[in-house]
């Protein structure tokens, strides 16, 4: 009797050392380790050995591992992804959400946008008749390379198919007059962010949708301001004066969506949100290589920039 | 038994080489075998473990094809399949699928032999009956003793009534009881007119049930008649011990007699065929010698087996001196 | 001959039947088919999609290795354990004792891609993963592509030890799947004795991956009857040629 006792004790005193070793092995997924860990999409084919759309999905799980915390921001891990939707989709093309998955997240640099529709074109290739894939590269034409006249090809195209949202054919003749961007650009994220597969993506559009509220808020206040000026022949010194005393331009202040406040920036003497501090500038930063969509991937942008 | 009997079995000049890999000199197993089996006798093939007994039934069952020479067995090639309808086979070690029961072993065999399907209940029933297995019919042959396998395979063997049977060692590692059981079974299918030919080195087993032998040792048969031949007068000996044996006598018996003489001093031995002793007691007596004793000397298959063996070690070791 | 290869294959199967390592990579398979429920759920789309796919992918692996396992010790072990003796002596040419056994073991193979299809088709219904025609496609042709493997391994174990027969016919399997690539490679190569080489094998080697539909029956992509029918003609006739082959060499083998 005691000696069984005693087996079993010993079992489980070793059976708790096993599991204090492994809890010190790092369980982060290979994917998180870099593009190190991708193979060749050739490579991943022939290592398959027939068992191609089961090694698809295993590449497909560790992609969406790496937007689901295993890395702080995977905006930064575009090219990996990329690189492991390009196995993905070689290995079984007949996915579907995998294309527009790399299009949500590589949105780092010039680079990986550009490498997100060589996907996407992929996807269109696959699947002519979804017209998401079309509307997602228009996307990165028009927002991320600010090329209007691909943008807008892209959006027809989409139009055309069956099943597309109405306002996509009027959204197209705005691109093509390269008119003001901010409607188009909150139009398009309300149809991303409507359609975001998932809570993470969500909420990167939700950043988008909150700037560009926030940049037509202080637009408002421009307005207000320019009739400020006419009525009191002076600008504003701080932007509560829009708002107090009895010539007041504007009943009340819009307010900031975060709970901040808005002021005039020292540098430029522009309306901002504290929360930014900076104006939202739709078009003219969109250059190639520049990348402001969010506050967040506009820090990275600037290591990246750094790195060039 | 009657050495006129229809041949059943034929093997002449058989050779079989194994090549025990590529590039090394093959193996001469069996060395130019003839020999033949004669219509419903028990033909035994003696010999010591290696000696080629295993490969020469093989080859006659079709399971190792001869290098060169022929054989037939009831005047068909042994290459060709048709005949062996008429030919029950059990082999050395019994290997069976353990997990049938004795009923469902036999039916096995008897749908691959093709008795018909009406047929086969009561054939079945019999031939467990006649090996003495009734009993066990239902159990598993994982259950099975050794003695029982050994005669389940025997009922294997004959379950399409075969006309000659082929056994290989049925007696061996079994306890003097089973092996009294096979025995009987054995002798049984000579009386049921059967041909049966059995591989074995037990040497008793021969003496009390086959009627021919053959002596192989090193894949060639150094010997081949019936088994009376070795318990026959001619082949049997007696030892005449003698007193006061002249000079002119002990000539007499070596030269008329040819006894094998061994002078003991007082006493003079003399080892003769049985079938002459009388006439040499009848010498001696006239020449006034004294008989002291007669003792028939029973020279087994044993000896003659070893003596053969011992022949051909012999030959082989002067041949490599 | 039919009754007697019938009673071969029938004694087959109730021996492999027998084997526990059967059921433990039946148990294994069914056991993937269930876990790809949990791994789906670490995809927020098409997850049942990756149910499928996991399911589907888990039969046609375990089915092959079943089919190797059992298949490379099928005639070997007869002979090995001399059961044969006693069957070949009687009025069983040799070539029927080989295609009994390799019936008996297709059958049984397929018996447990038919256990497996179920719990597949059951983890679909209750998971709400939808089932068109192309999954049973997919699952025939699974079926064709075991039967193929049986063949090769039932070949390979007609003249050689398990642990050979398993490397061979493991290595069928892999080429198998890949002559496709193969054959890419050689039409790419500027060298024409490689294009010849890589030519002869696409068409000597099995070609596995025709007997593969996962993706059409995973996004219920449009199949033609030349992609059901021809691969199981194909393999029909592949099998013949095998099974003959080794017919062949297992008539000239000695039972030593």
Redesign the interface.
């Known amino acids: 009797m005691i000696d069984r006792i005693a087996c079993v004790l010993a079992v489980a005193l070793l059976a708790t050392g096993v599991d204090r070793i492994h809890a010190e092995i790092p369980s982060t997924p290979k994917s998180a380790k870099g593009e190190a860990f991708v193979p060749q999409p050739q490579l991943a084919k022939i290592a398959s050995l027939g068992f191609d759309s089961l090694a698809s999905d295993y590449y497909w799980l560790q992609a969406i591992q790496l937007v689901g915390g295993a890395v702080e921001d995977p905006s930064a891990h575009g090219y990996t992804i990329g690189r492991l939707v390009d196995i993905v989709t070689q290995l079984n093309p007949h996915v579907g959400h995998p294309y527009r998955f790399a299009a949500i997240w590589m949105t780092g640099s010039e680079n990986d946008v550009r490498f997100a529709n060589e996907l996407l074109e992929r996807a269109i290739e696959n699947h002519p008749s979804d017209w998401r894939n079309y509307f997602y590269k228009g996307f990165n034409h028009f927002y991320y390379l600010a090329e209007y006249p691909e943008a807008a090809d892209e959006l027809e195209a989409a139009a055309g198919i069956a099943g597309s949202p109405a306002y996509l054919k009027r959204l197209v003749p705005r691109l093509r007059s390269q008119s003001e961007g901010l409607e188009v650009a909150a139009a398009m994220l309300s149809e991303l962010h409507r359609s975001a597969p998932g809570p993470a993506a969500r909420v990167e559009y939700e950043k988008a949708l909150d700037e560009i509220e926030t940049e037509r808020r202080a637009r408002m206040l421009d307005d207000a301001r320019e009739r400020f000026k006419k009525r009191h022949g002076r600008d504003i010194e701080q932007v509560e004066e829009l708002a107090v005393g009895p010539k007041r331009v504007l009943r009340e202040l819009p307010p900031e969506i975060h709970g901040w406040e808005w002021m005039l920036d020292n540098r430029t003497g522009e309306i901002v949100s504290s929360y930014y501090k900076a104006r939202y500038q739709v078009h003219q930063h969109h250059r190639p290589g520049l990348f402001t969509p969010s506050a967040k991937t506009a820090k990275t942008n600037v290591r990246e920039g750094s790195e060039q | 038994m009657t050495t006129e009997g229809r041949e059943v079995v034929r093997v002449e000049g058989l050779v079989k080489e194994?090549r025990p890999g590529l590039g090394l000199r093959a193996k001469r197993v069996l060395d130019g075998i003839t020999f033949s089996v004669q219509e419903n006798e028990i033909f035994g093939l003696v010999g010591p473990n290696g000696a080629g007994k295993t490969?020469m039934l093989?080859t006659l069952?079709?399971?190792?094809?001869p290098t060169a020479g022929t054989a037939s067995i009831l005047g068909h090639d042994i290459q060709e399949?048709?005949f062996?309808?008429h030919?029950g086979?059990?082999?050395?070690?019994?290997?069976?699928?353990d997990?049938?029961t004795g009923v469902e072993f036999l039916d096995?065999?008897a749908?691959?032999?093709?008795v018909p399907r009406a047929d086969r209940p009561e054939r079945i029933a019999t031939l467990l009956g006649w090996v003495g297995l009734s009993h066990a019919g239902d159990a598993r042959l994982r259950t099975y003793s050794k003695g029982m396998l050994q005669r389940a395979?025997i009922a294997?063997?004959l379950i399409?009534d075969p006309q000659i049977v082929f056994l290989d060692e049925p007696m061996s590692g079994l306890d003097p009881l089973g092996r009294k059981e096979i025995r009987d079974l054995i002798l049984r299918l000579r009386s049921d007119g059967k041909t049966v030919f059995m591989n074995t080195h037990i040497l008793s087993d021969v003496e009390m049930v086959c009627d021919r032998v053959a002596i192989i040792v090193e894949g060639k048969i150094r010997y081949e008649g019936q088994i009376e031949h070795f318990i026959s007068s001619d082949q049997q000996r007696a030892d005449v011990v003698l007193a006061n044996v002249s000079a002119e006598l002990a000539s007499t018996l070596e030269e008329r007699f040819r006894a094998e003489l061994r002078d003991h001093g007082q006493q003079v031995e003399a080892r003769v065929p049985e079938k002459i002793v009388s006439d040499l007691l009848r010498a001696c007596l006239e020449a006034g010698a004294q008989v002291l004793s007669v003792t028939p000397v029973r020279v087994s298959l044993e000896s003659i087996f070893l003596e053969t063996v011992e022949e051909t070690t012999h030959a082989r070791e002067q041949e490599g001196l | 001959m039919f009754?007697?290869i019938a009673?071969?294959a029938n004694?087959t199967v109730?021996?492999a039947v027998?084997n526990k390592v059967l059921y433990a990579l039946v148990f294994f398979a069914v056991l993937l088919i269930g876990v790809g429920v949990l791994l789906s759920t670490l995809s927020y789309v098409e997850q049942e999609r990756i149910i499928q796919d996991v399911g589907l992918s888990a039969i046609r692996l375990f089915s092959a290795l079943i089919s190797i396992f059992l298949g490379v010790g099928l005639i070997h072990k007869e002979v090995d354990?001399?059961?044969i003796?006693?069957?070949?002596?009687?009025?069983?040419?040799r070539w029927e004792f080989l295609i009994g056994k390799y019936l008996g073991l297709v059958a049984t193979v397929w018996m447990q891609v038919i256990v497996m299809s179920v719990a597949f088709l059951a983890v679909s219904y209750l998971t709400g993963a939808p089932i068109h025609a192309q999954h049973f496609y997919a699952l025939l042709l699974t079926a064709g592509e075991v039967a193929m493997l049986v063949a090769i391994a039932t070949f390979f174990s007609a003249f050689t030890t398990p642990m050979l027969a398993s490397f061979f016919t493991g290595g069928f399997y892999v080429v198998g799947h890949l002559t496709r690539d193969l054959k890419q490679l050689g039409s790419q190569s500027d060298v024409e004795s490689v294009k010849t080489a890589a030519n002869v094998l696409y068409r000597l080697l099995p070609d596995l991956e025709s007997f593969n539909l996962t993706v059409e029956a995973l996004h219920g992509l449009p199949v033609t009857p030349a992609e059901v029918w021809f691969p199981l003609l194909y393999g029909l006739a592949y099998i013949s040629v095998v099974l003959l082959l080794g017919s062949v060499v297992f008539h000239?083998k000695?039972?030593?």
Request: proline share 2%.
């Open positions: 194994f490969t093989k069952m079709g399971l190792i094809r399949s048709g062996r309808k030919v086979f059990l082999p050395e070690v019994s290997y069976f699928y997990y049938l096995f065999y749908k691959l032999s093709g395979g294997q063997a399409h | 009754g007697r009673t071969i004694n109730r021996e027998r354990r001399r059961t003796y006693t069957i070949v002596t009687k009025s069983v040419a000239f000695d039972f030593r």
